[in-house]
């Protein structure tokens, strides 16, 4: 016991000690370099990032080595909203809502817990003093049991509290101008349709008002050539820019052969040393000849490529409508109003036994097209065989793991495994070492190895959309961590101590696992200990990305790759990011009541981890593009209930151990009540995850007799609105209405060829003819917060319901006004905002979302409320989260609106393959003039090949001086 107790606090006091050096010296590091290298610490505070749009951007990161912090820590939710999307925002929710938590439960619990396990116990040493394990009287056991109730009491009632929370800034969000206009709100996916619904016209019988519905095609060869063609360009433009940069650099040096033509390739680079590669398939490089790999001249060869591959490409692109359909739509409304009414129907309309998965809010680049041909038996085939194998690989996963945890509790092994015995002769230093840091970072290099492989098996098992991808990493990815991390590293740190002893005496059983399990904590406190001190400063230093950014720019040897290393900058994947939190809150709970300590730990882990995220999230990394608004927040909060489960089980087993009879009866009483909680949270918050009420729509958009469904977010309007639907359908004799024809089943019909230009009605020529004014003069006039008044009125409702948004004027009496704005110098715009021409659409912005001020930043909404009417106000969610309030409270940015292309949005879900235009091979522009001769050399060939926006600087290496001659900033969709 001894021994065990001193190879613990030797690993606590060497873990302590070496990560609070490395953590030092990473924070050290990160402050002094940060000023420094702001390209890798402040890139969104930077002018001349081009990929990221004004409000984007960051204000300078405050002077001096830690203002950063206090300044960070009193910025608004808005503020946090605007930088980080709903996504970073929720997940650094998620980070302080659970620090706080632990921080309230060892208040909760220490002035009573721990005395209890303290005094008149075994007479334990280290930390096992303070656990549940020292405990000798069975009736001290009923503090443990009615504190847990407390406890665990309180998180259900945060974790109700917290989807609630939401569910309503879901909503509020969804219904402000800028959700509420884009394509990815107003588009309805539905997948595996019967065949009886492919038919053309089946739709609109149902849905009338819908403006498009795109078919997924068969478009396999397509997609074949293009990926062909993209292999070719990217050999054709490294092996151009290599030519040109050896020409360059010989220049400069003046190593080449004086009398020849200095604008001449041959004279620097001849023709037979130009680059060169093998075509055919690889084999090792003594075989190569044997099996006919022979080398080509990669210009040459690449550029003919192109051509003939551009030759075979843009037919399959004219006729693609000609291919097989898949089994999958895509339902385009005019606004979100009828994509949602589309949404809450279908189930009632066409049966849930005729189609297989509906979605909206994915745009055209969320989807994974090539499972789009999936029929239901294919995709639950394999998914059935996705989910069957990672099950597998978590039970095989588990034996390395396993050894790492019995590391951990290396006295059990030096006396079981002889030739380890030399590991009790070390010094309590290394001893510390091998017991504290080495499981610990082992741990975190194995669980670092799964979130790529679940990626990879969720897109081969039939996943449709990012969404569906990321919640199923989410989801299996936290199985992984909770199997894995947990239970197989605690019964290796714990049990392993104590299976000769239950072999000898098998009666002993329950009283020795009773004593030993809790005594696993060790192990995660030294976990803690890693996560709070090396890991956040670890993610500040970044010394990884720091380290890379000097070597690998070495290698950049074209305009473009320096280009993409300098403007694109990283994006957080919250699936992967979740279960690594997560996994800290399960094993924060189920150690809550057996070692209070833990939450000392746990608290400063989340607090430092908190802090580094906040800053990256604002400073370094965009919001991710594949935008899902938070929605793995809620996922994450349903999965607490894991821990708890865990928590409640171990606390029964432990009763049952020490043989506690009374004190096991109440604990499994709470966990009844747990599960009933759990039944009752997906009962009333998952239907409503997806949808957004009519009313809440209606609301937003001016309607006065109509309120926001506080009572059930929802739900019963969503039903009755269904059932509603089902019986119109049901009593309409006609068949549906007589409409208007539009270009794309025209289109379908063969009666107008696919590219011919759209003549559906004036009113849709005149709003393109204004839409190519636009972007000629970049100047319009249009009131914020309204949509195009030339839109043609919805036969579905009402022209009150189809116009009039609730702007942000109306209900923040703080939202600038146009005669504040009237002295604003603009480049392009109106008095109000500017336009930003985008790849498929237009983008209006007001210039006062661009600012950091409290007007485009709203403040948090129970400032309002003095500090007690602030503590009633916790215990009622209903009247805490007001609709209207955080809808004020969102940052003015959500007020944007965005016009798209029509000629986009009649074919915007299509795979994008059929839309890709002919690539542009960008190469740097040398003093000589030998770019123009490979220019004109590949133009033979039909390849567009360029050299603007580009320089060679004295020392002969390469650098753009603008954006590629193919970007476009990519319109929000």
């Not at 930390?127 to 394990?133: G, K, R």
């Not at 639950?380 to 194998?389: D, E, G, S």
């Not at 690989?393 to 509790?409: D, E, H, K, M, T």
């Not at 989260?881 to 809808?887: A, D, G, M, N």
Request: glycine share 6%.
């Amino acid at each position: 016991m001894s021994a065990d107790a001193s190879s613990s606090t030797s690993a606590f006091v060497t873990t302590l000690i070496f990560n609070g050096i490395i953590g030092s010296i990473f924070l050290i590091g990160f402050l002094a370099l940060r000023t420094r290298h702001r390209r890798i610490y402040e890139p969104r505070t930077l002018e001349d990032v081009h990929t990221l749009f004004a409000e984007d951007k960051a204000d300078p990161v405050p002077s001096g080595f830690l203002k950063w912090l206090p300044y960070l820590l009193r910025r608004p939710h808005s503020f946090i909203i605007q930088h980080t999307g709903l996504d970073g925002y929720f997940y650094l929710r998620y980070l302080g809502l659970f620090a706080a938590f632990s921080f309230l439960s060892a208040v909760i619990l220490f002035p009573i817990l721990l005395p209890v396990n303290i005094t008149n116990g075994n007479h334990l040493k280290g930390f096992e003093v303070m656990s549940f394990a020292n405990v000798k009287n069975k009736n001290r056991f009923y503090a443990h049991v009615f504190l847990s109730w407390i406890v665990f009491g309180l998180l259900l009632f945060v974790m109700y509290k917290e989807l609630y929370y939401y569910i309503i800034v879901r909503h509020a969000a969804l219904t402000t101008p800028l959700y509420d206009g884009l394509l990815s709100s107003r588009t309805v996916i539905v997948t595996e349709l019967d065949s009886s619904l492919m038919q053309e016209g089946e739709f609109e019988k149902l849905y009338p008002t819908l403006k498009y519905i795109n078919y997924a095609y068969d478009l396999k060869d397509l997609n074949k050539l293009i990926d062909e063609r993209h292999q070719n360009v990217g050999k054709l433009e490294a092996a151009a820019n290599s030519v040109i940069n050896t020409a360059t650099k010989k220049y400069i040096k003046g190593k080449y052969e004086k009398g020849k033509p200095e604008d001449n390739v041959e004279t620097y680079v001849p023709y037979d040393k130009r680059p060169k590669h093998r075509i055919g398939k690889w084999f090792l490089p003594p075989m190569e000849k044997i099996f006919g790999r022979k080398k080509v001249q990669t210009i040459t060869y690449c550029s003919e490529q192109i051509s003939e591959l551009n030759d075979k490409i843009h037919p399959l692109q004219q006729t693609w409508r000609q291919n097989e359909k898949h089994p999958s739509i895509f339902i385009q409304f005019g606004s979100q109003l009828e994509a949602q009414r589309c949404y809450q129907s279908l189930d009632a309309l066409i049966g849930k036994k005729n189609f297989g998965k509906k979605f909206i809010g994915s745009t055209p680049k969320d989807i994974n097209w090539s499972n789009m041909s999936m029929t239901t038996k294919e995709r639950r085939i394999k998914r059935a065989l996705a989910n069957t194998f990672l099950t597998l690989l978590i039970i095989f996963w588990a034996i390395p793991v396993a050894v790492v945890g019995c590391i951990s509790n290396v006295n059990f092994l030096t006396q079981k495994v002889p030739f380890l015995r030399f590991i009790n002769n070390l010094p309590n230093v290394l001893m510390g070492l091998i017991t504290g840091i080495l499981p610990t970072v082992a741990l975190a290099i194995l669980m670092s190895l799964v979130a790529p492989i679940i990626t990879k098996i969720a897109n081969l098992s039939g996943s449709i959309t990012f969404e569906e991808t990321s919640l199923y990493v989410q989801k299996w990815y936290y199985a992984f961590q909770v199997v894995d991390v947990f239970i197989v590293v605690t019964l290796a740190s714990s049990a392993s101590a104590t299976v000769e002893a239950i072999i000898r005496n098998p009666s002993s059983a329950m009283t020795l696992l009773a004593a030993n399990l809790p005594k696993a904590s060790n192990f995660y406190i030294v976990y803690f200990l890693l996560l709070g001190l090396t890991t956040p400063t670890g993610n500040l230093l970044q010394v990884v990305t720091l380290i890379l950014s000097k070597i690998l720019r070495l290698f950049d040897s074209s305009p473009r790759a320096k280009w993409t290393r300098y403007n694109v900058l990283s994006e957080p994947n919250y699936g992967v990011i979740y279960p690594t939190i997560q996994i800290l809150t399960v094993i924060m709970f189920s150690y809550t009541i057996i070692a209070p300590i833990i939450l000392v730990f746990s608290t400063f882990a989340l607090i430092t981890t908190y802090i580094s995220t906040l800053y990256n999230s604002v400073y370094v990394n965009i919001p991710p593009k594949n935008d899902l608004l938070g929605k793995n927040y809620p996922y994450a909060i349903f999965q607490v209930f894991v821990g708890l489960y865990l928590a409640e089980i171990c606390l029964i087993g432990l009763f049952i151990m020490a043989k506690a009879w009374g004190p096991l009866v109440l604990e499994i009483f709470f966990l009844v009540v747990t599960a009933l909680a759990n039944i009752y949270f997906k009962w009333k918050f998952l239907p409503v995850l997806n949808i957004v009420p009519l009313s809440a729509i209606k609301y937003a958009r001016g309607h006065h007799n109509v309120e926001y469904p506080y009572r059930d977010l929802g739900r019963q309007e969503m039903i009755d609105f269904a059932n509603k639907m089902k019986e119109e359908h049901e009593g309409d004799s006609t068949g549906g209405i007589i409409r208007q024809v539009t270009r794309p089943e025209l289109a379908r019909a063969d009666l107008i060829a696919p590219n011919e230009e759209s003549s559906e009605s004036s009113t849709s020529n005149r709003i393109m003819d204004e839409k190519d004014k636009t972007k000629e003069t970049n100047i319009i006039r249009v009131q914020t917060g309204q949509t195009d008044p030339s839109r043609k009125n919805s036969t579905f409702v009402s022209p009150d319901e189809e116009f009039h948004k609730l702007h942000y004027s109306d209900i923040n009496p703080n939202a600038i006004s146009p005669e504040e704005m009237q002295d604003v110098p603009l480049k392009k715009g109106d008095e109000r905002g500017v336009w930003l021409i985008g790849d498929v659409g237009d983008t209006y912005r007001d210039i006062e979302a661009m600012r950091d001020t409290p007007r485009s930043q709203p403040g948090n909404g129970l400032r309002d409320y003095p500090p007690m009417s602030r503590v009633g106000l916790f215990f009622k969610p209903w009247e805490c989260y007001k609709f209207p309030v955080i809808r004020q409270k969102m940052p003015l940015v959500l007020n944007s609106v965005v016009h798209y292309d029509v000629s986009y949005l009649e074919n915007a879900y299509i795979d994008s393959s059929v839309n890709e235009t002919d690539p542009v091979i960008w190469v740097a522009r040398d003093p000589m003039g030998v770019s123009n001769q490979i220019i004109k050399e590949c133009q033979t060939y039909g390849v567009d090949v360029r050299d603007e926006g580009t320089t060679y600087n004295e020392k002969g290496k390469c650098n753009f001086t603008d954006d590629p001659p193919d970007y476009e900033p990519e319109t929000k969709l």
